[in-house]
Structure formats: C-alpha cells, structure tokens
C-alpha cells in the first residue's frame, strides 16, 4: 500500500453548462468506487462538486443543483474540470478568472477530460506541459496555448501535477491511472472489475485504437498484456510469455486460447500492430524504425502484416489521418 493511502483526498469537479456528462461522470464513479472498496477502514477521497451558480444547465432543460464556488470554499487536492460544447463559455464568464482560476491555483493535481483542457490553458496552467485532448480540439487548443506540448493521439498524459485525456471513456482510464498512483495496483483492479470495464489500457494508447476490446477478453492475462505492450522489440514467443505468466508452455497456450479466442503468437501480432498504429498516427518516424520498434522486423513485413490487419497500407493510413486533421 501506498504511503498516501493513508490520507484523504478532497476531490473537487467543477462543471459548467453544457458540458459532456460522460467526462463528469466516468471520474466521479472511479473516485466513489474507490471510496466503496478501498478497504482501508476511511474513504479516501472526499468529492464535491461545484460550480459558479447553484443551479447549472448541463444540457437541454436538465439542471444540477451544486455547491457554489466561494471564497472561503476548502481547498481541493485535485480539480478536475470536464469538457463540452460550454466551455469556452465557460472560459468567458468573468467569474472565471475571479473564482475558477483562483481555485484551481490552490489544487496539487489538476485533471482535465476532454475539451476541459481548454479553461486549464486560459487559466495559464499548461504552458510547457505535455497535455493531450479531444482529437477535435488539438488545433484550437494550439491556438490557445502554443507553448503547451501538445500530443496528439494519446488517450491520456500526466505531466507532473497537470493530468489532461481525450473525454468521454478515457477519462474513466485518466481516472483509474489517478487512482493506481494513490491507493496501489489492487484497488484500481477491483475498481475495474467492479465497472466491468479493462483496466490495463495505456495512456499512450491511439484514441482511435481496437486495443481495448482485444485485450478486456480476460482479466487474468490483462498484465501479460501490458507486460507486452511495453516490451515490443524484445522477445515474445510463447516460451517468453509462458515465463512471465508462470506456465507451462501447454498449459499458458491451452489457457490463453480458451480465454482470449486467439493464440498468443496472433494476440502479440494484433499488440505490435495496434502499437505500429499508434506510432504511424502520432509520428513521422520512418516505417523501418517503427517496425522495428513494434518487434516486427523489417519494413516490408510491416506492410504485409499492417495491410492484412486493417485493409489499408500505412503509408496511405498516414497520409489519410493527416488529411483530416
């Protein structure tokens, strides 16, 4: 366990009109998931949610009664502020500076899902910080904060006490990354299972990625996967992988194909694969240094192998994702 698990977090959300539900939502149920099965005999994060009035309009006619941004409001630990099409609204209304600002100025961790990214760059927060978002607001928010090292594709990236993510679902993986780092590995996993959903996604993983669905087949190898993920140009045959899951090689192979529906050899293909993806959509490195990278040998057995998997070459798959950002 953790050091910090021993103290309680205060955690507070900050929404606006017309934001995404999805990106307040997916955090507030990680953190009180953790609060319900944490274990540690205290709840480790206090959540509140706040806003500039006491009645906000998140969407068409619903509204949410919430406690009211004041002066004398305790200071958070972590502000997390969501996306949505208000936001830059948001960031206009004169309170912004003369509460919301001045608030997130206290914060130790600051977190941002999706466009919410926005008001953490008006609020001079990310200058000189690696921060993702929403692949639709990488140029404007380009335009806001030119000094922010903006990385484009990843669905989540921590820089030091600023965490930012694509919005909607990757704010549950943001959350759950938060969540391992405070209270440990376990917690976050029995936080996972519990929302039935994967809790091994990367942060550097493409928003565009298949990953997810090919991995969440079976908890039991979601740390072989991962183990993979992060290991792509050393070896990976089945006696490699049957080492690390602490097998036989009959019995890993015999087990793993029952529970995934895919042989491991395929199942490491499909991994350096989504990871080949990653690369040829968030970089201009050359197909030799990515094949080589993704322990897929050689340029030409990339192609063949990249072509096969997603019907489209990685030159025009690269060219075509460019054309439409």
């Known amino acids: 366990m953790h050091h910090e698990s021993m103290h309680i977090k205060s955690v507070h959300l900050f929404i606006h009109p017309r934001l995404n539900l999805l990106d307040m939502a997916g955090l507030i149920e990680v953190f009180s998931a953790a609060n319900r099965l944490a274990r540690l005999g205290h709840e480790p994060y206090t959540i509140s949610i706040l806003a500039l009035n006491k009645k906000t309009d998140v969407w068409n006619h619903t509204s949410m009664e919430t406690e009211t941004l004041q002066p004398d409001t305790s200071t958070p630990h972590t502000l997390i502020i969501p996306g949505g099409p208000g936001i830059q609204n948001f960031c206009k209304d004169p309170r912004f500076h003369t509460h919301f600002v001045k608030h997130a100025n206290k914060a130790e961790r600051l977190i941002s899902v999706g466009t919410g990214v ?33 990385q484009r594709g990843p669905i989540y990236i921590n820089d ?21 780092e405070d209270l440990g590995y376990s917690v976050a996993l029995e936080i996972a299972r519990h929302l039935v959903i994967f809790l091994k996604r990367p942060g550097n993983q493409n928003q565009f990625s298949s990953l997810l669905n090919l991995q ?37 192979t015999r087990k793993y194909t029952e529970s995934t529906g895919k042989t491991p050899g395929k199942m490491v293909d499909i991994i350096r694969l989504e990871a080949a993806l990653d690369i040829l959509a968030y970089s201009n490195s050359p197909l030799k240094t990515i094949a080589q990278h993704c322990g897929l ?20 798959f690269r060219s075509h994702l460019k054309s439409t950002q």
């Not at 926005?118 to 990310?126: E, F």
């Not at 030091?160 to 391992?180: F, H, K, Q, R, Y």
């Not at 063949?304 to 025009?316: E, L, N, Q």
């Open 118 to 150: 926005l008001a953490l760059a008006r609020a001079g927060k990310i200058d000189g910080r690696k921060v993702t978002t929403h692949w639709s607001a990488y140029d404007e928010l380009e335009e806001i904060c030119p000094s922010a090292l903006i």
């Open 160 to 180: 030091g006490p600023i965490w930012t993510s694509a919005g909607i679902a990757s704010g549950i993986d943001l959350a759950l990354s938060i969540v391992e």
């Open 216 to 252: 969440s087949k079976s908890s039991q190898f979601s740390d072989l996967h991962a183990w993979i993920h992060g290991s792509l140009s050393t070896n990976l045959s089945v006696p490699a992988l049957a080492n690390f899951m602490k097998m036989s090689e009959r019995t890993f």
């Open 297 to 316: 040998g050689s340029e030409s057995t990339l192609i063949r192998k990249f072509a096969r998997r997603f019907g489209i070459t990685p030159k025009k």
